[in-house]
Nanobody
């Protein structure tokens, strides 16, 4: 099974940018569709974005569409989330998610089986 480790979180001012990374190990990276989810204090977990195994297809949650970009580099076993024009409401713990048995569209409605430990993103106003 795959192991996932997020990095790149931190404190950023509103309107700024941040790039999160998710490094994978333990299995063939290209077998997995990948996604980002986030959870703010007191709120339910929220879908952010997902990407197909070869990177050709992506999906975004309405709250981040047009501001965030998901990508992957299968040669480096790494997925990315480029966050631009961030807002205070983007403050949350961001989690990397993976599954080898579903398509990227499924992650929009239901998280996959594998999770990273999360990375905190805090946007100041």
């Amino acid at each position: 099974q795959v192991q996932l480790v997020e990095s790149g979180g931190g404190l950023v001012q509103a309107g700024g940018s941040l790039r999160l990374s998710c490094a994978a190990s333990g299995d063939t990276f290209s077998r997995y569709v990948l996604g980002w989810f986030r959870q703010a204090p007191g709120k339910e977990r929220e879908f952010v974005a997902s990407i197909s195994w070869n990177g050709d297809t992506t999906y975004y949650g309405d709250a981040v569409k047009g501001r965030f970009t998901i990508s992957r580099d299968n040669a480096k076993n790494t997925m990315y989330l480029q966050m631009n024009s961030v807002k205070p409401e983007d403050t949350a713990v961001y989690y990397c998610n993976a599954d080898s048995l579903v398509t990227a569209s499924v992650l929009v409605k239901m998280a996959g089986d594998y999770w990273g430990q999360g990375t905190q993103v805090t946007v100041s106003s």
